[in-house]
């Protein structure tokens, strides 16, 4: 990345992450030159919430796939318009499809009858993409997300054997399907195969439910390194072999739509850190950052991120020849499991060292514990042309949804409709993080 990041780290501290726009322009460029002609593509919000990050693909014409009211929020404020939103993912409360719709948001992704009637029963015509879960798994694939037992959609078993149960409910109709197989798929025979197979499989189910479909969002699964150095993988070749797949599976004049998060934003965020301490401990070298799984890879106690190894950052001065071996990199946190790496041998770092976490532009901060502790979140700084054109800071906050007394609870609880009961945070609009600019 060409931004000036150790100017960067002294003007707004460390931990900072620093997001470079002119990588998320090259990764569309890239990506869109890469699918059949004519498709559209989502970018998944999950992957980088950040409006300034988003108002990038939202300019290149990108639409915007998201799962929850926060981002709902975060996608409209990137600049996405409410009619190119997918609204998608398991468990989507009426609360959630009635924020949606109320802001102009027209298609979700449903994943059984049921969803299906909740989407139709707001009193507003409605698109839907139906989910389908695979029945066979795809060979190779790292996590996968069909073809097993699922949260996620229909299996399609469940959809071929009873159509008649997936058209349409109240003013909802299904218009279109959605498959999504995994996620960071870095082999490109293996992406290919589960994009083909994905096109059959729509093919299949679009012949047992009629009419043509107006969509098919065939997924992704786009790889991205993360949290290590590398290239973008390249997909150079790949609409050329999806081509005529499609065309043998699904009606012609079929919308073909995509998804990607970590393969569009990866690559421009770098997470800067300092070294606060080297410390021996009965023969092994603790390096303690000022950073760790309330900032980055907080997924990673759930086993679905790798290792994060920093490299640093010589600002000033030479990289010392020393090494050090068998090193636990922790953060600030008090649990053992506020460790990045265990085991690894690093350059000689010392205390107030500038580290660089490269490739963390998709599942770094929201994806982790930043609640836990009360640590400040990292500043974001989004940077473009080597300048810096924004900055800003997370923050969490509480709500104060008013009334205090037992009886006030009392009354609220019987005010309340039935879908919110859950609790405050299940409220739509009820997101308690806000950026401080
Ligand atoms: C349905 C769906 N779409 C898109 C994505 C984004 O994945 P990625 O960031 O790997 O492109 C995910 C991630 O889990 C997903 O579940």
Not at 123 to 139: E, F, H, K, S, W
Not at 197 to 224: I, K, N, Q, W, Y
Not at 288 to 296: A, E, F, T, W
Request: glycine share 14%.
């Amino acid at each position: 990345m060409t931004a000036p990041i150790g100017e960067i780290a002294a003007v707004y501290g460390t931990p900072v992450y620093v997001y470079d726009l002119g990588d998320v322009r090259a990764a569309h460029a890239a990506l869109t030159r890469a699918l059949p002609a004519g498709s559209a593509l989502y970018y998944s919000v999950k992957a980088n919430p950040h409006p300034g990050v988003g108002a990038v693909l939202a300019g290149l014409g990108c639409r915007a796939e998201v799962a929850s009211t926060g981002e709902i929020d975060a996608a409209l404020r990137a600049g996405f318009a409410p009619a190119d939103l997918l609204l998608a993912g398991p468990g989507k409360t009426a609360d959630t499809m009635a924020y949606a719709l109320a802001r102009g948001v027209r298609r979700i992704s449903v994943d059984s009858p049921e969803d299906l009637s909740r989407a139709g029963g707001h009193g507003t015509d409605v698109d839907c993409l139906l989910r389908i879960n695979a029945d066979r798994p795809i060979v190779g694939m790292g996590l996968t997300m069909t073809g097993t037992a699922s949260p996620f959609g229909a299996d399609a078993s469940w959809v071929l054997s009873r159509p008649e149960e997936f058209r349409a409910a109240g003013r909802a109709r299904v218009a279109g399907l959605h498959l999504y197989m995994g996620t960071n798929i870095a082999d490109p025979e293996t992406l290919f195969t589960q994009l083909a197979a994905s096109a059959r499989l729509a093919g299949e189910v679009v012949r047992a439910l009629g009419p043509s479909p107006s969509e098919v969002d065939l997924g992704g699964g786009f790889a991205m390194p993360y949290a290590r150095s590398g290239p973008r993988p390249s997909l150079t070749g790949l609409a050329a072999r999806l081509e005529p797949v499609i065309a043998a599976a699904l009606p012609g004049g079929t919308l073909i739509s995509f998804e990607s998060g970590r393969h569009l934003v990866g690559g421009c965020g770098t997470l800067l850190c300092r070294v606060l301490e080297v410390k021996p401990s009965k023969g092994r070298t603790f390096v303690i950052l000022d950073s760790g799984v309330h900032h980055l890879g907080g997924m990673s106690g759930l086993r679905r991120l790798p290792r994060v190894v920093p490299e640093p950052v010589p600002v000033g001065e030479a990289r010392r020849p020393g090494v050090l071996r068998d090193c636990v990199i922790t953060g600030p946190l008090c649990t053992p499991l506020d460790t990045w790496a265990d085991g690894v041998t690093l350059p000689e770092l010392r205390a107030g060292d500038l580290v660089a976490v490269p490739n963390t532009g998709a599942y770094g901060l929201t994806a982790s514990l930043i609640g836990f502790l009360g640590h400040p979140a990292p500043a974001e700084v989004l940077v473009d042309g080597g300048v810096v054109v924004s900055a800003s800071r997370l923050e969490l906050g509480r709500v104060d949804l008013g009334g205090s007394s037992e009886r006030a609870l009392h009354r609220r609880a019987a005010a309340a409709p039935e879908s919110s009961r859950a609790g405050p945070a299940a409220r739509p609009g009820g997101a308690a993080v806000r950026a401080r600019a």
